[in-house]
């Protein structure tokens, strides 16, 4: 039926004393599909209340803190205050990561739900790591992973901004994984030559400076690099 008629139904319904998880979550869903996020999320908090392993209400509250950053400031990241002058919650994305990340662990078909939310999360994790909130960042990532553990945007984009932490074993590791999806990811190759470097295993930065010239000889970076450590080794000829 239209959200207006189901909030009519739903509310009849825990009026008479019938407040059950699933009447407050179905609520929910229908005024999240009227746009109605701040209500919405109350019903699903009600509903998490009563049934605190609800999946689906999880879910449904992840997709209305989504919506709240999408319609408010999506990857904007000014401080927004409602008309009242009360905040708003700054990232509304946080929480909504956190409400999908509890719902797949509950019920992980729920990862196959919407086929776009990984991309949106790469688009999010970038958003944040160019505006220097790096733990989000990896958050957003993380969770795309999660969802699509072949993504090699996500992976690759995480261990950059591992490496740019100082993780460099958790840099290593993500990069192994983008260049086992995409042998010809140049950028993988550099950047894990470069945390090669930054840990004193000078040979493997060469390696993969050498893998990522032979497939992009044209970019200079890559020859500056390996230059840098030839000197570093000792090999000035």
């Given at each position: 039926?239209?959200?207006?008629?189901?909030?009519?139904?739903?509310?009849?319904?825990?009026?008479?004393?019938?407040?059950?998880?699933?009447?407050?979550?179905?609520?929910?869903?229908?005024?999240?599909?009227?746009?109605?996020?701040?209500?919405?999320?109350?019903?699903?908090?009600?509903?998490?209340?009563?049934?605190?392993?609800?999946?689906?209400?999880?879910?449904?509250?992840?997709?209305?803190?989504?919506?709240?950053?999408?319609?408010?400031?999506?990857?904007?990241?000014?401080?927004?205050?409602?008309?009242n002058g009360k905040?708003?919650?700054?990232?509304?994305?946080?929480?909504?990561?956190?409400?999908?990340?509890?719902?797949?662990?509950?019920?992980?078909?729920?990862?196959?739900?919407?086929?776009?939310?990984?991309?949106?999360?790469?688009?999010?994790?970038?958003?944040?790591?160019?505006?220097?909130?790096?733990?989000?960042?990896?958050?957003?990532?993380?969770l795309a992973i999660?969802?699509?553990?072949?993504?090699?945007?996500?992976?690759?984009?995480?261990?950059?901004?591992?490496?740019?932490?100082?993780?460099?074993?958790?840099?290593?590791?993500?990069?192994?994984?983008?260049?086992?999806?995409?042998?010809?990811?140049?950028?993988?190759?550099?950047?894990?030559?470069?945390?090669?470097?930054?840990?004193?295993?000078?040979?493997?930065?060469?390696?993969?400076?050498?893998?990522?010239?032979?497939?992009?000889?044209?970019?200079?970076?890559?020859?500056?690099?390996?230059?840098?450590?030839?000197?570093?080794?000792?090999?000035?000829?």
């Amino acid at each position: 039926g239209k959200p207006d008629e189901i909030i009519k139904s739903c509310t009849a319904l825990i009026e008479r004393s019938a407040k059950t998880s699933e009447n407050l979550a179905i609520r929910g869903r229908a005024y999240h599909a009227k746009g109605e996020e701040d209500l919405a999320i109350q019903d699903f908090d009600h509903a998490i209340q009563l049934s605190p392993n609800y999946a689906e209400a999880y879910y449904g509250r992840g997709l209305a803190y989504w919506a709240l950053g999408k319609r408010d400031r999506f990857f904007d990241f000014n401080l927004l205050l409602t008309p009242n002058g009360k905040e708003r919650i700054l990232f509304p994305e946080v929480p909504a990561m956190r409400d999908f990340d509890r719902a797949i662990e509950l019920k992980p078909e729920l990862a196959q739900f919407d086929p776009e939310l990984p991309l949106a999360l790469v688009k999010l994790g970038t958003a944040y790591h160019g505006n220097r909130h790096d733990d989000y960042a990896i958050q957003a990532l993380s969770l795309a992973i999660k969802i699509k553990p072949d993504s090699v945007e996500a992976i690759y984009l995480r261990g950059t901004i591992y490496a740019s932490k100082g993780q460099l074993d958790h840099a290593i590791q993500d990069l192994d994984r983008a260049v086992q999806l995409k042998p010809d990811a140049v950028g993988a190759y550099y950047s894990r030559g470069r945390a090669y470097f930054r840990k004193g295993e000078v040979d493997g930065a060469i390696q993969d400076f050498d893998r990522a010239i032979q497939i992009s000889p044209d970019i200079m970076d890559l020859y500056y690099a390996r230059g840098v450590a030839y000197i570093t080794k000792g090999q000035l000829t």
